[in-house]
């Protein structure tokens, strides 16, 4: 119920109804069966919405009540994407230095690894290259691992498309040998057996060939003799008839 609520946040906020979405956040949070999880990703939907309306102050609030349940939850994917988000709100409100404080707190929740693997996590580094400003050492410095972890990225997705298509390459191989094999099987077969069963076919036809000439046969004579027995009955009328319409 608490999932859905939230999606149906989501929604108006994609819509463009702020107002429709905070309710909807406000209203799942307020769930007697929302779990401090549920509280904490409440809280982060609504910085995120005030985060988009331009109130960065309001966004600031939201998103460090947000961090303050999660740090004592073990999501930290969750954790990460708050402490993003709570720098990006500094950055945009101009504190450039209290954004960089949570990017590279951010960064200490998530090992490399995982952070590499996901554009949502490894596009800290573009903020982190903005927040630096002038700065242009620890900019390019920035940039340069966000476009080592997209290359990674890039390359893992390859792979697995790689797999994927050789998978489905092997799988197919497979199923052309199975059929081959099935054929071969059927040749055998029709090699061993081949002959009793056209014999036998043959024989069947032949059998009802037979059978049908028979009956045939039994029927005209049954027709045969029934005409006989008419004529041996209307004869003498027809003889008499013919006379009188002389």
């Known amino acids: 119920r608490i999932n859905a609520t939230y999606h149906l946040g989501s929604l108006f906020n994609d819509l463009s109804e702020p107002d429709s979405a905070k309710n909807y956040f406000q209203k799942g949070m307020n769930d007697p069966q929302a779990t401090p999880f549920y509280k904490g990703r409440g809280l982060h939907n609504l910085g995120m919405v005030s985060l988009q309306q331009g109130d960065f102050q309001e966004a600031v609030h939201l998103y460090k009540k947000a961090v303050s349940i999660k740090e004592k939850l073990t999501n930290k994917k969750s954790l990460y994407i708050s402490l993003m988000d709570l720098g990006e709100s500094f950055l945009l409100a101009g504190q450039l230095d209290s954004a960089l404080h949570y990017f590279n707190r951010s960064l200490k929740v998530l090992d490399k690894t995982a952070v590499r693997a996901d554009p949502d996590y490894f596009g800290i580094y ?30 893992t997705q390859q792979k697995i498309k790689d797999e994927v298509r050789l998978r489905a390459l092997k799988l197919r191989i497979a199923q052309y040998r199975t059929d081959i094999e099935h054929q071969e099987e059927v040749r055998l077969i029709d090699r061993k057996y081949g002959f009793w069963v056209i014999l036998i076919i043959v024989g069947a036809t032949t059998a009802s ?33 013919s006379s009188y319409l002389e």
């Open 126 to 155: 573009l903020l982190m290259a903005k927040a630096v400003g002038s700065d242009m050492k620890r900019n390019w410095s920035y940039l340069d691992q966000y476009t080592e972890c997209n290359d990674h990225f890039l390359s």
């Open 209 to 241: 060939i037979l059978g049908s000439k028979s009956w045939m046969a039994h029927w005209k004579k049954r027709r045969t003799e029934k005409n006989k027995a008419v004529d041996k009955v209307l004869r003498p009328r027809r003889i008499g008839k």
